[in-house]
C-alpha cells in the first residue's frame, strides 16, 4: 500500500448511524510514525491522518483517523477502489 501524503484523493467511511457510507475526502495532514521507524517498515504502519470530507451540500474535517482497508468502520479512510474498464 502507498503511504499517505497531503493532497491524496481517499474514501472516508461516515460515523453516522445505520450502514456507513463512504464519502470522499482529501488528506489534509498526516500523523508522525512512531520514532526510530526505518523507511522501508512505514509502509506496513498505519499513521493518522486529517482529512477534509465532501458531502453533497458541505464538507468537514475530521482529525486523527487512521486507515481501514479490511473492516471499514466508521470514521476511518480507505484507498477508493479501482474500477475495472
Not at 31 to 58: H, M, Q
Not at 59 to 82: C, K
Amino acid at each position: 500500500m502507498p503511504q499517505p501524503t497531503v493532497g491524496q484523493i481517499v474514501h472516508y467511511t461516515s460515523r453516522a448511524t445505520g450502514e456507513p457510507v463512504c464519502r470522499a475526502a482529501i488528506i489534509t495532514e498526516v500523523g508522525d510514525y512512531p520514532p526510530g521507524v526505518s523507511e522501508g517498515a512505514k509502509a506496513n504502519i498505519a499513521v493518522p491522518v486529517d482529512v477534509t470530507v465532501f458531502l453533497p451540500d458541505t464538507s468537514f474535517t475530521d482529525r486523527g483517523i487512521m486507515q481501514s482497508e479490511v473492516g471499514r468502520e466508521g470514521g476511518t479512510w480507505h484507498w477508493p477502489e479501482r474500477e475495472e474498464s
